[in-house]
Every structure is written in C-alpha cells, then in structure tokens.
C-alpha cells in the first residue's frame, strides 16, 4: 500500500509502502522546544572545533544538528546545509547516529536492522524529529520512519544513501557495496539550470571508472516507475 510522504519544501520526498516487520503501535512520548530562530551556520561551525568536556571532538554537522534540536537555528535550514555537506544519518561524537526528519504530524519512529525493525520512539522539537541511536554494523544497514497510527512507512527524505527493494525506497545509515546516493536541488542559474535532484550509482567501494549522465531520468532506478530499467 503506497502512503503519503511527509511534506518538506527541499527536494522530493521518497514514496513509502507498508513495511512487513511487526509495529508495537505505541505512541512515542515527545517534548517540544518551541519555534526556532533563523539558522546561524557560523555560530555551529565554530562550536563543532570546541570540545568542553575533554571528549572526542565534535563535527560541523552534530553542532548544526543539535542547535536545531535545541530552536537554536531554523530546522529546515540546518537540515539542508547537512544534507548538502556529510548527510543524513550524522555520526555523532559519542559513536551513535543522530537521525532527523521533519516528518510532520503524527507520532513518529525510526525502524531498520540495526533493531531489527521494531520502531524506536522519536523525540519532537518543534518541527523536527529526531533521534540518537547506537549502529552496531552501520555499513549496510536499512532503516525507514514509522508512523504507527497512520501506518506509514518512509524511507528519509533527506538521506543520500538508498536503495529499491520489494517494499519500495529505503534509507542506508552507510554503504561501501554499490549503492544510490541523492543530492538535492542542484542547481546552476549561470546555465538556466533550475533545482533538481540527481540520483548516482555508487560502485562498490566508490571506485568510479567511468560516468554515464543521464538526462529526464528520474525513473531510471525505480523499479516500481514508468519506463525504469529493466521493466
């Protein structure tokens, strides 16, 4: 059963489908922080250097990610400058992985391998949802958003790495085998070239030899899509 996306204004959001793991159906507890000023990148840049408890340093994108988080920066404008920059999932100091999506209303959770699909109540912040989790073999590892009382299924319509299975799109926390990677609303205004997403073909290891561009061939990997390859 396709399902609705959550709505964002950066970029296209991933069809879902109805996963197959069993859901707990229990509402995730949330807190809320109020709205959020407009982002200051400088601000969480400079942070991300700095490191008051003597613990491992912290990157660019946890100090932007957590400052949304807090309605410290504009949700929606630290979430493109990650996504643009490292991508979704970050990797946090602490060794988890912080995940976010402005998911919109309902009461959402994050579900894949790494726990083995039964979903983890999300926390709320305004707009945005978010989570830290522990990702004992990250590399290869599946994971979607649940909402359990509209029963939707999304993969992260901010994350880069991705991949088509028998349920639709799903989400990658990382992958060296060969993979699809999606880059948000490139653009050129020097070239009239107005935004769009690319998706890439990642060979495995990221070893390119050579590139194929395609052009008006946003249903070239969906199998599910109208004149995708191999249908």
């Known amino acids: ?36 000023t407009t982002a200051d990148t400088t601000d ?11 613990g491992p340093e912290v990157s660019e994108d946890e100090a932007l990610l957590r400052k949304a988080i807090a309605g410290e920066v504009d949700a929606e404008e ?10 979704f999932p970050v990797e946090a100091a ?9 998911c919109g ?3 959402w959770t994050l579900a894949g391998d790494h726990n083995e699909w039964a979903p983890a109540p999300m926390s709320q912040a305004g707009s945005l949802w978010w989570i830290e989790e522990e990702i004992a073999a990250p590399d290869g590892s599946l994971y979607k958003f649940h909402e359990p009382d509209s029963m939707q299924w999304i993969a992260d319509p901010y994350g880069r790495r ?7 799109v799903y989400s990658l926390v990382r992958a060296s085998a060969a993979h699809l990677e999606r880059w948000y ?5 020097g070239l009239g070239l107005a935004p769009r997403d690319l998706e ?21 990997f969906d199998p599910g899509a109208f004149s995708a390859a191999g249908s």
């Open 185 to 189: 609303a490139i653009e050129d205004a």
């Open 200 to 220: 890439v073909l990642v060979p495995q290891g990221e070893e390119f030899t050579h590139a194929l561009y395609v052009h008006d061939g946003q249903n070239l």
């Open 94 to 102: 602490s060794g988890g992985y912080l995940f976010a999506c402005l």
């Open 162 to 168: 991705h991949g088509y299975d028998d349920f639709g």
């Open 78 to 87: 630290a979430m493109r400058t990650i996504a643009d920059r490292g991508g």
């Open 105 to 107: 209303q309902g009461a």
């Open 44 to 54: 969480a840049e400079t942070s991300a250097t700095e490191s008051t408890t003597g």
């Open 1 to 36: 059963m396709t399902t609705a996306n959550p709505s964002t204004s950066f970029g296209e959001s991933f069809t879902g489908t109805e996963a197959t793991p069993t859901t707990t159906g229990t509402d995730p507890e949330t807190t809320t922080t109020g709205e959020a």
